[in-house]
């Protein structure tokens, strides 16, 4: 999630402006579900049950990992993103 997401000026989600609606739609990807542990070839594999983003929903979602001291990284093989380009996304986890 995007750390500079507007916030709702009327206090309540489902009264947002359409602008504040598609910043946050924009700056936010959510999912849930299953996932399978691939140590051997550094793969976490999400299996989605449900997401913001509809289309993932029952996917299965590779994900590389690296485990370092109290930091876990996971990232993705390049998509497509916004007007055609590909990126790679990154997610850090530490441990406090």
Same mark, same amino acid.
């Given at each position: 999630?995007?750390?500079d997401?507007?916030?709702?000026a009327s ?14 739609f924009k ?22 049950e449900?997401? /913001? ?12 990992f ?7 990284k /996971?990232?993705?093989s ?12 990154? /997610?850090l986890?530490d441990? /406090?």
């Amino acid at each position: 999630m995007r750390r500079d997401r507007p916030v709702f000026a009327s206090g309540d989600q489902m009264k947002g402006t359409i602008e504040e609606m598609e910043a946050n739609f924009k700056g936010c990807i959510s999912y849930y579900g299953r996932y399978e542990f691939d140590g051997e070839n550094g793969v976490i594999i999400h299996h989605v049950e449900g997401s /913001l983003f509809p289309n993932w929903e029952q996917t299965s979602q590779r994900r590389f990992f690296e485990l370092s001291d109290n930091r876990l990284k /996971l990232r993705t093989s390049p998509i497509l993103w916004g007007g055609g380009g590909e990126v790679v996304a990154i /997610l850090l986890f530490d441990r /406090l």
